[in-house]
């Protein structure tokens, strides 16, 4: 593949490096690499068909909890995260949107590394004139200084939630969600 030399470059190298420890998630990662490597407006919302999003798996103090937020416009139990916006620096994108989704700040990245990554699709909201499109959103593993949060506009809610209770939520956690808590961090906890 044809990593370009442009601002894509590095991250490029950076899921090369996730599919080389993650082999068992190649086939997801390679099309958001084949994506990247082939769209150069990837990390704008502009980009009709899809774009690069950040989110973190953000952990508790005590690493037993992880918070998600019931999202204002897809009604599910997610991740905070969001849109790049132009910026190539996706763990940059992904502290920033958690921070601002959650009101906590001083949050610690517990690796540069990618933690996980998914592509799913975003409906269709006519109304705004917002097509069907996807999200190729890149997942680092974070830790927060403290549990007490703020709600922002994004959100219908917000919550510490343990592996247990997430199977249990109403309205349900995204799949995705369920599959990162599966991952269970290095440190052995959630």
């Given at each position: 593949m044809n990593i370009p030399q442009d601002k894509r470059s590095t991250f490029c190298r950076q899921l090369s490096d996730y599919i080389a420890r993650h082999p068992e998630r190649s086939d997801v990662a390679n099309r958001v690499l084949d994506f990247v490597c082939s769209t150069p407006d990837c990390f704008e919302r502009s980009h009709a068909a899809g774009h690069i999003t950040g989110s973190v798996w953000l952990l508790n103090p005590q690493g037993n909890k992880a918070l998600l937020t019931l999202h204002r416009k897809l009604k599910l139990w997610v991740q905070p995260g969001g849109h790049a916006d132009g910026d190539h620096d996706v763990l940059r994108v992904a502290m920033r949107e958690a921070e601002e989704e959650s009101g906590i700040g001083h949050l610690t990245a517990l690796s540069p590394d990618i933690y996980d990554i998914d592509i799913h699709v975003i409906p269709a909201r006519p109304a705004c004139g917002e097509p069907e499109h996807l999200h190729y959103d890149i997942r680092?593993?974070?830790?927060?200084?403290?549990?007490?949060?703020?709600?922002?506009?994004?959100?219908?809610?917000?919550?510490?939630?343990?592996?247990?209770?997430?199977?249990?939520?109403?309205?349900?956690?995204?799949?995705?969600?369920?599959?990162?808590a599966a991952l269970r961090p290095a440190a052995g906890k959630m």
């Amino acid at each position: 593949m044809n990593i370009p030399q442009d601002k894509r470059s590095t991250f490029c190298r950076q899921l090369s490096d996730y599919i080389a420890r993650h082999p068992e998630r190649s086939d997801v990662a390679n099309r958001v690499l084949d994506f990247v490597c082939s769209t150069p407006d990837c990390f704008e919302r502009s980009h009709a068909a899809g774009h690069i999003t950040g989110s973190v798996w953000l952990l508790n103090p005590q690493g037993n909890k992880a918070l998600l937020t019931l999202h204002r416009k897809l009604k599910l139990w997610v991740q905070p995260g969001g849109h790049a916006d132009g910026d190539h620096d996706v763990l940059r994108v992904a502290m920033r949107e958690a921070e601002e989704e959650s009101g906590i700040g001083h949050l610690t990245a517990l690796s540069p590394d990618i933690y996980d990554i998914d592509i799913h699709v975003i409906p269709a909201r006519p109304a705004c004139g917002e097509p069907e499109h996807l999200h190729y959103d890149i997942r680092y593993l974070v830790q927060a200084p403290h549990e007490d949060y703020r709600i922002s506009d994004e959100s219908d809610a917000l919550g510490w939630f343990t592996c247990d209770e997430l199977h249990q939520l109403t309205p349900p956690a995204d799949e995705a969600v369920l599959r990162l808590a599966a991952l269970r961090p290095a440190a052995g906890k959630m």
